[in-house]
């Protein structure tokens, strides 16, 4: 059974840093294309940035490009997404989301099978 699971999430001041993590269980993410989206009350859930399942990243979110920083870790089975140069409209819970087996992952949330159940993201100002 897979499993997808986030942490790292929590409150910290405009300016400060965060990293996400994402572990998974019940198959191998060097495998799999991987992403992170957020989501704020009443919008749509978007893609921050993903990970094709050869390593390549795409920043797609041109609002978080340059401060978010998406890698993986293979030997540990996990991926995280580091956060600097935190403002307030970065507030929203984070979710991280596994694509098909050797897929190419993508902008849209159907462009991925296997999802965390989220972590709240809240920066004060």
């Known amino acids: 059974q897979v499993q997808v699971v986030e942490s790292g999430g929590g409150l910290v001041q405009a300016g400060g840093s965060l990293r996400l993590d994402c572990t998974a269980s019940?198959?191998?993410?060097?495998?799999?294309?991987m992403a992170w989206f957020r989501q704020v009350p009443g919008k749509e859930r978007e893609v921050l940035s993903y990970?094709?399942?050869?390593?390549?990243?795409?920043d797609v979110d041109s609002s978080t490009r340059g401060r978010f920083t998406i890698t993986r870790d293979d030997a540990g089975n996990r991926f995280y997404l580091q956060m600097t140069e935190l403002k307030p409209e970065d507030t929203a819970m984070y979710y991280c989301?596994?694509?098909?087996?050797?897929?190419?992952?993508?902008?849209?949330?159907?462009?991925?099978?296997?999802w965390g159940r989220g972590t709240q993201v809240t920066v004060s100002s």
């Open positions: 989301a596994v694509g098909s087996y050797r897929g190419w992952g993508g902008l849209k949330v159907t462009d991925y099978v296997f």
């Open positions: 990970i094709e399942w050869s390593g390549r990243i795409h």
């Open positions: 019940g198959l191998t993410l060097d495998d799999f294309a």
